[in-house]
């Protein structure tokens, strides 16, 4: 096996790759990278080649740790048949050589939780309510191409709900530049109501700007006249579509703006030719969880429990490794101090 490292010019032919494959994701495409890349992150793209064939492709972000060197992080990667054995061990051994200061690789690949893990990987920390950085269950909606059919598949009160919102008169559009902040203004809202932690405002101005910039967004506003009640940033590369961000104001939760702007956000995914749309992390299936009314939320839409087997880590340097996680729990909270009242964004 040999691996390329792909320069800017050949993005659309990386895309394409990771669009097209059945393992591959959103994340693992050239815009997340982009996004990171402005929040300290060093991005790299490379794909495997194999007797002359293109057999798998990986965007990895690299940062310094100070005291124990580099570590690298694969969010959804890599994009590579987990079946293939052989491969993952190959694949292990190009990476100490491309990276030889780091002394770990994280990835949360997309491989269901009943596979084998990949040789040489040890189980990574499953952290917080979702059970790894990036969630390691998921409801997804599988599109047919047909929106009648899919239609269908919803809840019979979703239906009704997204019918009720049309019939009061909330319609739904696509947001431009300028409407950029009337999202933000929403997810500010929404946090405070639900009580959960935002990154700083300008986070999220990368990633509208960043996947808007490459095509591969919508943002679906839902309201009457014009006051906008609800929004959806919805992504989609090649097969794949992902629920990224959702945000709403009290104003039209009794008019269900929410569940307008949401079906038009999957309409959308399925119109770009997606085969999944990914509504992201999810409770187990378990009453008492505190987020258990999320999963009702989302599992209503006609998707289905994946379960991936969460995340992976690859020791490079060993001593390193084994120190950092030690360390982890002390830098995890650290961090954590951080995006709270350090990079907090204004109330």
């Keep these: 096996m040999e691996i390329e490292e792909i320069p800017q010019a050949r993005r659309v032919e990386f895309d ?14 050239w815009a997340w990278g982009d996004v990171k890349g402005a929040f300290g992150w060093h991005p790299h793209r490379f794909l495997l080649h194999e007797y002359g064939q293109v057999i798998g492709a990986l965007s990895v972000l690299r940062r310094e740790v100070p005291v124990f060197g580099e570590i690298l992080y694969a969010p959804r990667g890599p994009v590579l048949d ?9 694949f292990s051994r190009l990476l100490r050589r491309r990276f030889p200061r780091a002394f770990a690789f994280v990835c949360e690949p997309r491989i269901d939780e009943e596979m084998k893990r990949p040789p040489r990987f040890w189980r990574g920390r499953r952290r917080g309510l979702f059970q790894g950085i990036q969630p390691r269950i998921v409801a997804e909606i599988p599109l047919s191409g047909n929106l009648e059919r899919d239609f269908e598949r ?12 049309e019939r009061r008169g909330i319609a739904t559009r696509k947001g431009e530049t300028a409407d950029r ?16 932690h935002l990154r700083a405002s300008r986070f999220y101005s990368e990633v509208l700007r960043a996947f808007a910039d490459a095509g591969q967004a919508a943002l679906l506003l839902a309201g009457r006249g014009d006051e906008d009640y609800a929004g959806v940033f919805a992504v989609r590369l090649g097969r794949h579509a992902i629920y990224l961000y959702g945000a709403s104001d009290g104003a039209g939760r009794r008019d ?6 949401q079906w038009a956000a999957i309409r959308w995914a399925e119109e770009c030719g ?14 008492r969880h505190p987020l258990s009314g999320l999963r009702r939320f989302k599992m209503q ?23 950092y996680r030690l360390a982890e729990p002390l830098v995890a909270r650290l ?3 951080r995006q709270r009242f350090v990079a907090r964004p204004a109330q």
């Design 16 to 29: 394409a790759f990771v669009g097209a494959h059945i393992w591959g994701d959103v994340l693992q495409g």
């Design 154 to 165: 919803l809840h019979p009160k979703c239906r009704y709900n997204v019918r009720l919102a």
């Design 256 to 261: 269900m703006a929410a569940y307008a702007c």
């Design 82 to 90: 987990p079946g293939k054995r052989g491969t993952w061990r190959d």
């Design 335 to 337: 961090s954590l101090w």
């Design 301 to 323: 839409w006609g998707a289905v429990e994946r379960r991936y087997i969460g995340p992976l880590d690859l020791p490079l340097r060993l001593p390193n490794y084994l120190l």
């Design 274 to 287: 997606a085969e999944r749309y990914d509504m992201t992390g999810m409770a187990p299936s378990d009453a």
């Design 181 to 196: 902040s009337t999202f933000l203004r929403l997810l500010q809202i929404t946090a405070r109501r639900d009580g959960f």
